[in-house]
């Protein structure tokens, strides 16, 4: 659990899906912040200043959340209320709380009605991004209101000049000047805030890890991906005695198991690859299941894993992020901290109660994690690479996995991902693979009619996996890649392009 520091911002987490966005933001302008349970008001120690977040309960609610009013204000620090937060204020200022006729939600037009700190340099009319159904029906003499939707009902409220209140939600993009807002209240209410920096932090960590591990030897899984690569680095960096074991099931895409073993030797880490592709697919037999499928992939990868680690684990590093830590702690849900199959497993929480657990990522955004990546001199390609799901390409050969088609679905695969990197567009791309779909489809090669199974290719954006978008690319860009698959890989005579958002579809096939 993190411990709070003096000058961070600290942001009160009333359970709004934006909540760590207002930290990401706070950060992004370069102050220290961190998100906190309500409860953990008491804790803090000399913070910079306070958020209190939205949240998706009514304050007339019973058991709705509440501030202990009284301690928040004797830290006398600049205090800003989003959504939930300002009502709660609002409240506590001897104002009132109505349910709204209708919910407003969506884009709104902030009206300013009076000077405030938190709105120089705002525009007269600007978009802001409204998720409420309550409003501050009465407010208390105190109280100014300083905004109005177009409605003339009071959206930002101000009790003194380091205390306000907002109705929108600053933190997301569709509020167009919501950063602006939020440096306002950070750098206009004489706030006295640490500063983030990432040179910085790099320098604490190295420290921390040091004196976390001591003599012990590490262990840690790599994948080639993002998160393992920075924390396996950071961990050779730290001097510590380590072992990076990869696990080859045999499920990557071609050459990627020499591409990661390059991509390490590159910054030198020695990495130990340990071969299962033989025991993954003779496991995957006959299984046409996508659940049996992926139940099988992730129990057998965490028994290859021990297996390689030995019994006596004297400690193990994972790259678990901020997002993560943050989801268990204020949901208390440890079944919620289960991202991915073989995160968080009956041996890690052993481990973990025992104190054999390490997290150095665990402050920190995957941004950051990549800013904190190059800083170690990681290269762009390996902190920019797509995600890659650990049952690989089983979830993109829907149905048996056999060599051949896991042949034809990595050539199909190889030429996709190099045309995005030949036409530049790779990097404007969140995650893109190709996929064998298990139809056979008429065709005509030669003068023969031929009877070949199709490739569906996927290429989307996405912010966080849980939604995402596909990519609008240059018809130039489909066609060479269209044209390379059907003139070279071997039974392939169709090849699609995937236009399915998610939701309802999911980004891999199974
Ligand atoms: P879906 O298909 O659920 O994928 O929209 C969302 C994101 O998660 C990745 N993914 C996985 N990653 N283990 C992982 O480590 C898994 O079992 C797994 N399944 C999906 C997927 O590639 C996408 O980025």
């Given at each position: 659990?993190?411990?709070?520091?003096?000058g961070?911002?600290?942001?009160?987490?009333?359970?709004?899906?934006?909540?760590q966005?207002?930290?990401?933001?706070?950060?992004?302008?370069?102050?220290?912040?961190?998100?906190?349970?309500?409860?953990?008001?008491?804790?803090?120690?000399?913070?910079?200043?306070?958020?209190?977040?939205?949240?998706?309960?009514?304050?007339?609610?019973?058991?709705?959340?509440?501030?202990?009013?009284?301690?928040?204000?004797?830290?006398?620090?600049?205090?800003?209320?989003?959504?939930?937060?300002?009502?709660?204020?609002?409240?506590?200022?001897?104002?009132?709380?109505?349910?709204?006729?209708?919910?407003?939600?969506?884009?709104?037009?902030?009206?300013?009605?009076?000077?405030?700190?938190?709105?120089?340099?705002?525009?007269?009319?600007?978009?802001?991004?409204?998720?409420?159904?309550?409003?501050?029906?009465?407010?208390?003499?105190?109280?100014?209101?300083?905004?109005?939707?177009?409605?003339?009902?009071?959206?930002?409220?101000?009790?003194?000049?380091?205390?306000?209140?907002?109705?929108?939600?600053?933190?997301?993009?569709?509020?167009?000047?919501?950063?602006?807002?939020?440096?306002?209240?950070?750098?206009?209410?004489?706030?006295?805030?640490?500063?983030f920096?990432?040179?910085?932090?790099?320098?604490?960590?190295?420290?921390?890890?040091?004196?976390?591990v001591?003599?012990?030897?590490?262990?840690?899984?790599?994948?080639?991906g993002?998160?393992?690569?920075?924390?396996?680095?950071?961990?050779?960096r730290?001097?510590?005695?380590?072992?990076?074991?990869?696990?080859?099931?045999?499920?990557?895409?071609?050459?990627?198991?020499?591409?990661?073993?390059?991509q390490?030797?590159?910054?030198?880490?020695?990495?130990?690859?340990?071969d299962?592709?033989?025991?993954?697919?003779?496991?995957?037999?006959?299984?046409?299941?996508?659940?049996?499928?992926?139940?099988?992939?992730?129990?057998?990868?965490?028994?290859?894993?021990?297996?390689?680690?030995?019994?006596?684990?004297?400690?193990?590093?994972?790259?678990?992020?901020?997002?993560d830590?943050?989801?268990?702690?204020?949901?208390?849900?440890?079944?919620?901290?289960?991202?991915?199959?073989?995160?968080?497993?009956?041996?890690?929480?052993?481990?973990?109660?025992?104190?054999?657990?390490?997290?150095?990522?665990?402050?920190?955004?995957?941004?950051?994690?990549?800013?904190?990546?190059?800083?170690l001199?990681?290269?762009?390609?390996?902190?920019?690479?797509?995600?890659?799901?650990?049952?690989?390409?089983?979830v993109r050969?829907?149905?048996?996995?056999?060599?051949?088609?896991?042949?034809?679905?990595?050539?199909?695969?190889?030429?996709?991902?190099?045309?995005l990197?030949?036409?530049?567009?790779?990097?404007?791309?969140?995650q893109?693979?190709?996929?064998?779909?298990?139809?056979?489809?008429?065709?005509?090669?030669?003068?023969?009619?031929s009877?070949?199974?199709?490739?569906?290719?996927?290429?989307?954006?996405?912010?966080?996996?849980?939604?995402?978008?596909?990519?609008?690319?240059?018809?130039?860009?489909?066609?060479?890649?269209?044209?390379?698959?059907?003139?070279?890989?071997?039974?392939?005579?169709?090849?699609?392009?995937?236009?399915?958002?998610?939701?309802?579809?999911?980004?891999?096939?199974?």
């Amino acid at each position: 659990m993190n411990q709070p520091s003096q000058g961070e911002v600290a942001v009160l987490d009333y359970g709004s899906q934006y909540s760590q966005l207002i930290v990401r933001r706070v950060r992004e302008l370069g102050y220290l912040a961190h998100l906190y349970p309500p409860a953990r008001l008491t804790d803090l120690n000399q913070p910079g200043a306070i958020i209190l977040s939205g949240g998706p309960r009514s304050t007339s609610d019973k058991d709705a959340p509440d501030i202990d009013f009284e301690k928040l204000m004797s830290f006398n620090v600049p205090v800003l209320g989003v959504c939930y937060g300002m009502q709660l204020l609002n409240i506590k200022h001897g104002g009132s709380v109505k349910p709204g006729v209708t919910r407003e939600y969506g884009p709104a037009k902030l009206v300013l009605a009076e000077e405030s700190p938190l709105f120089v340099g705002i525009s007269k009319e600007s978009q802001v991004w409204m998720s409420h159904s309550d409003t501050c029906s009465d407010r208390g003499t105190q109280t100014k209101v300083i905004a109005t939707n177009e409605d003339a009902v009071p959206v930002a409220l101000q009790w003194s000049d380091r205390c306000f209140g907002i109705q929108f939600h600053p933190e997301v993009t569709h509020s167009h000047e919501g950063t602006a807002i939020l440096k306002n209240f950070l750098t206009r209410t004489r706030a006295n805030l640490a500063r983030f920096d990432i040179q910085a932090f790099k320098a604490q960590m190295l420290e921390q890890i040091k004196q976390d591990v001591g003599s012990r030897q590490v262990i840690c899984g790599v994948s080639g991906g993002v998160d393992s690569t920075v924390l396996a680095v950071l961990l050779q960096r730290a001097g510590v005695k380590l072992r990076a074991l990869y696990i080859d099931t045999g499920l990557m895409r071609l050459n990627e198991t020499a591409e990661v073993i390059t991509q390490f030797e590159e910054v030198g880490v020695p990495i130990e690859v340990v071969d299962a592709s033989k025991e993954f697919l003779s496991a995957l037999e006959g299984v046409t299941d996508p659940e049996q499928k992926r139940k099988i992939i992730g129990n057998l990868f965490i028994d290859v894993f021990w297996k390689a680690a030995g019994d006596e684990v004297e400690l193990l590093a994972q790259g678990t992020l901020y997002p993560d830590v943050i989801e268990s702690a204020t949901s208390g849900s440890i079944a919620s901290k289960i991202k991915t199959h073989h995160n968080r497993v009956d041996r890690i929480m052993e481990l973990k109660d025992q104190g054999k657990v390490l997290e150095p990522l665990a402050e920190l955004f995957k941004d950051e994690v990549r800013a904190l990546g190059e800083s170690l001199g990681i290269p762009h390609r390996a902190l920019w690479r797509h995600p890659f799901p650990g049952p690989g390409l089983a979830v993109r050969v829907p149905g048996e996995i056999t060599q051949e088609k896991l042949a034809i679905c990595r050539a199909a695969d190889d030429i996709w991902i190099k045309e995005l990197r030949r036409s530049g567009q790779y990097d404007n791309v969140w995650q893109a693979y190709a996929a064998l779909l298990p139809v056979k489809t008429v065709g005509v090669k030669g003068d023969e009619r031929s009877y070949e199974a199709a490739i569906s290719l996927r290429a989307v954006v996405s912010e966080d996996a849980m939604t995402a978008d596909w990519v609008e690319l240059p018809y130039d860009v489909l066609r060479a890649a269209s044209n390379k698959i059907l003139n070279s890989v071997k039974g392939i005579n169709r090849v699609l392009y995937d236009i399915s958002t998610k939701p309802p579809a999911s980004i891999e096939w199974e």
